[in-house]
């Protein structure tokens, strides 16, 4: 084993969910009620250095240089780790976000698996990916997906064992751009995992989205395995606001929209009254990820550049699963 370093680097992509995970059957473990498909980003990730060292006292965490007082999602991954290795040695954790400020993208997907392939290999243990997806998954569920490249499944299980991510396989829809369009950078006052949970307590149409999304994974597989962009896009859009329906519907009522959110939603609805195919999809943010392909690409991007500034845009492509870094300690 690579234990004796007691250190490891690893890197992650983002990712952006096309069927959206929205609510938690069990929060300690991130078992969530529904299915997810996402694709990995080629120009967002984290890179980030784990080292376990037994003079410390406690976890240490460095998010771009700056110290962190909230560690309570990295312990239950870092307490994992410990568990699987045997080990009662706190780390320093070492976290740099290559995600520019400028793409309104979350980061805790690639933090969470940079951080899980970065602890675990630093204390010696070598997980597959698929456990390293379920380690993952224990920071953030999106996290879970991040461990691999392209288009992934999230798997939901039951229990521990067998909720983790999958990559899919026979896609051929491989033509794909996905311009990132920010309207405000700022950390959101609801975060996903209280927004989920108050819509899954507390909005009337949380049963019907668990149908919703069963019918949406089905018509999605079917359109990446067919290469059929229209199908993809529409259903990627019509999930992304039937989660957010869920925000609206939930008691109180809060949405992630801002009003540059609806800009963007208008711009794209005109575009494609134009003929030029592309869709969007929100996260729970008010940043909009726009879906499209090569040949409209650049009249789309000149159009969003016009519109909202060249530094609320940036293009992204099918990035790659999870890296180690053996040689660089
Ligand atoms: O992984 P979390 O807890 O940050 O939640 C992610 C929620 C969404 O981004 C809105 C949907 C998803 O599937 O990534």
Redesign the pocket.
Known sequence: TTSANNTATAIAHT???L????GKVNEQI?IPYTG?I?LTLDQFYTKTKVTFDPQLTADQLLVNGKIQTNLTKVSRVLNRVRQLAGSEKFAIIDSKNFVPTSAGF?S??SA?AALAGASATAAGLSLTHQELSKLARLG????S?SIFGNFVE?LPGDNDDNSYAVPMTDVTLTDIAVIAVNINSQSKTI???Q??QLSANTSPYYSEWQNVVARDLVNLKHALMTNDFALFGQISEANAMR?HALTLSSLPPFTYFEPGTLEVIETIQALRADGIECYYTI???PNVKVLTQTANLSLIKDHLVDQFGPSRISVAHPGPGIEILEHER
């Open positions: 990712n952006i969910a069927i959206k995970y929205w991130t997810s996402s979350a805790s997907a969470f953030s569920g999106s996290a997906r999230w975060s996903s995992s927004g989920m989660m996260d729970a943010g």
